[in-house]
């Protein structure tokens, strides 16, 4: 037999890849997992019979000669599949967008992209190949695109994405369609779980970064708390969110956890703990044990693994040029001048901070001729600053919340340094390494 097969609780963009897996494989046959996603069942349900997918049942003691393996690189979550063939499969291609671990299947064929959805690997395969598609094929494809991009917001999300986004809206995917498909709170219970959990949050910074965490209890586990935890995540937008679900009747818990730092990698953390997902978003299961143990011990592991956040210190420029508060208007015009910026601290004789001047303010007294008065008249006194220890996040508000293009960074209330926008602007382009910046924004 020649099948494609997909992870075990197949999510949208797991069904969005075998739709067009199809198409470059039209001499497989799909094959069903036992579980579906909560998600995903009403895209499921819709085009079940489209698919016409294989039940385990009808690949019982298969032999399989060629096996396409899509969203998933692992093992484990393959293996319902793959236990009841009669022998190894004599060739494996997989597709995956997630990142490598110890249980990787084996195959000399490996189409790896670091896209947002693996369904775009597939899309640019059939793109490159001018294999046609139907509407409804275009649709299923674009809402695993939607699904695993956050709807193109979520950092993963790559020019790739929207390239192939872009071919499925010209084969005639519907929006109208894909949009019923992508509601996520539909459910009364998750509308009621919703509030609860934001009524519950609690905020810790850790080594920098804000972080949010959430315990819940109840009878039994529900289905649709990932998109429960998607939403609280989207409105409170924290560095990261963990929520701890605990179940009383089966005596186990699972922690949810969403990211969109770098220095918060949830495959990692997670994964050292015995979870899976992607860097961005990654849960894991505890079994035997209650809720509140779960949450404490996640406090300390993270407390203890979390890599630093960047703070002001790192990305400032410790050649402060200030300007004294005695100088004249005339002077500071002519220093701002040579040292080519269009502002400046303003220190007293002691070289405390007492103001910041930019060429603007020079330019009213320009205006009222006043350039022999003394800075001190024309200075803003009430100037923000930081320290070296507030973190990138902060400086970004701060600045922006403002509107200044200057930011000194004080000490026991003499400037240390100084962060402009140019240096915030550098630091973003670096550390959240994203194409669309890349290659659209600079
Ligand atoms: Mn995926």
């Known amino acids: 037999m020649k099948l494609i097969v997909g992870h075990s609780n197949m999510d949208m963009d797991c069904l969005g890849s075998l739709a067009l897996a ?29 698919f016409s997918f294989l039940t385990l049942k009808d690949i019982k003691g298969a032999e399989v000669e060629s096996l396409v393996v899509v969203d998933t690189r692992s093992k484990k ?41 693996n369904t775009t690997i597939l899309g640019l395969e059939l793109m490159e190949k001018k294999i046609p598609i139907t509407p409804d094929e275009a649709t299923i494809a674009l809402t695993g695109i939607f699904a695993d991009t956050g709807n193109f917001t979520h950092e993963n999300v790559t020019i790739e994405d929207f390239r192939v986004a872009h071919y499925l809206m010209n084969q005639g995917a519907q929006i109208s369609v894909i949009r019923e498909f992508l509601k ?51 409105v409170e937008n924290p560095d990261a969110f963990f929520a701890v679900f605990s179940f009383i009747k089966s005596k186990s818990s699972i922690v949810i956890a969403r ?46 693994k979390i890599i630093p956040a960047v703070t002001a210190e790192h990305i400032m420029s410790r050649n402060v040029q200030n300007i004294n508060e005695n100088w004249t208007l005339k ?28 060429l603007r303010d020079i330019m009213k007294g320009r205006k009222a001729d006043q350039m022999h008065a ?30 200044i293009g200057h930011l000194p960074i004080v000490q026991d209330s003499f400037p240390v340094g100084i962060v402009s926008r140019g240096d915030l602007l550098k630091f973003i382009k670096q550390h959240r390494p994203n194409k669309l910046v890349d290659s659209v924004v600079f």
């Open 22 to 50: 199809k198409k470059l494989y039209p001499d497989h046959q799909l094959v069903a997992s036992r579980h579906i996603h909560p998600v995903a069942k009403k895209l499921f349900k819709l085009y079940e019979n489209y």
């Open 184 to 234: 996520t709170l539909k459910e009364e219970y998750q509308l009621t779980m919703f509030h609860e959990i934001l009524n519950r949050l609690v905020y810790r910074e850790i080594k920098g970064h804000l972080v949010v965490f959430s315990f819940i209890e109840m009878e039994n586990q529900v289905s649709g708390l990932a998109s429960v935890v998607e939403k609280v995540f989207e």
């Open 331 to 358: 002077d500071a015009s002519i220093f701002l001048e040579s040292i080519n910026h269009t502002g400046a601290p303003v220190t007293d004789d002691e070289g405390r901070i007492k103001g910041f001047i930019t």
């Open 77 to 117: 979550r393959i293996a319902e599949y793959t236990k009841v063939f009669a022998s190894k499969p004599s060739q494996i291609i997989v597709y995956d967008h997630h990142p490598s671990d110890s249980n990787d299947i084996e195959t000399d064929d490996l189409r790896y992209r670091n896209y947002g959805s």
């Open 374 to 403: 003394p800075v001190r008249g024309y200075m803003t006194v009430r100037v923000v600053t930081a320290e070296i220890h507030t973190p990138i996040r902060e400086v970004e508000k701060l600045m922006y919340s403002n509107d």
């Open 259 to 304: 990211s969109q730092k770098e220095a918060i990698n949830l495959h990692d953390l997670l994964g050292a703990l015995g979870g899976g997902g992607h860097a961005m978003a990654a849960s894991v299961v505890f079994k035997g044990r209650n809720g509140e143990e779960v949450s404490n011990d996640l406090l300390r592991f993270l407390e203890e």
